[in-house]
């Protein structure tokens, strides 16, 4: 079988695998670049070995996007708990999984992960400090991480309009135009 066929055949079969937790049908781009790279790596990887390989990939974009993530709020923001990237053993005992902040990672890109994350991270950060961040200087409102041209980015809903990529609101605080 030529190597095409054999990944594309590996995909189909992942539907059946308990161990892969992300919809076949809903891979984006990104996410079928990583997993042909596992593929092209490691071969036909099932259950708990592909299941290891997914959480080693997730762990290593969590812990980049966690660092993007947090240099877009302020510096000197005093969490109650300090955002880190942890493996957690038994995630509703389905298996061991990548935990941020007490939310669990579940995307396979890293720029879903980054969007997850900085999702998951501004959710916390109103809820702990009663005020939403970032927001868009120019019309005053709270923004939204979402996916653009295969980038994650932080949207503003007037317009809408991009504000920043993820990670590059300097010092935690937007340009002033
Ligand atoms: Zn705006």
Redesign the pocket.
Request: net charge neutral; proline share 0%; aromatic share 0%.
């Given at each position: 079988m030529n190597p095409d066929d054999e990944f594309a055949q590996w995909i189909s079969l992942l539907r059946e695998d308990e161990a892969f937790d992300a919809e076949v049908d809903r891979l984006g781009t990104e996410a079928i670049a990583e997993l042909r790279r596992v593929y092209a790596e490691d071969g036909l990887l099932f259950g708990d070995d592909l299941r290891r390989r997914l959480l080693a990939l997730r762990f290593a974009h969590a812990e980049h996007a966690l660092r993007l993530v947090l240099s877009d709020f302020p510096a000197t923001v005093d969490w109650a708990v300090t955002p880190t990237v942890s493996m957690n053993a038994l995630v509703y005992a389905r298996g061991p999984g990548v935990i941020v902040h007490g939310w669990e990672v579940l995307g396979i890109g890293f720029q879903d992960t980054l969007i997850e994350i900085a999702a998951n991270i501004q959710a916390d950060y109103i809820d702990e400090f009663f005020h939403v961040w970032p927001s868009?200087s120019?019309?005053r409102?709270g923004l939204k991480p979402d996916m653009r041209n295969g980038v994650g980015v932080w949207m503003?809903g007037?317009?809408p309009?991009v504000?920043a990529r993820i990670g590059k609101i300097e010092d935690g605080r937007l340009r002033k135009r």
């Open positions: 868009c120019s019309h409102l503003c007037s317009g309009h504000v």
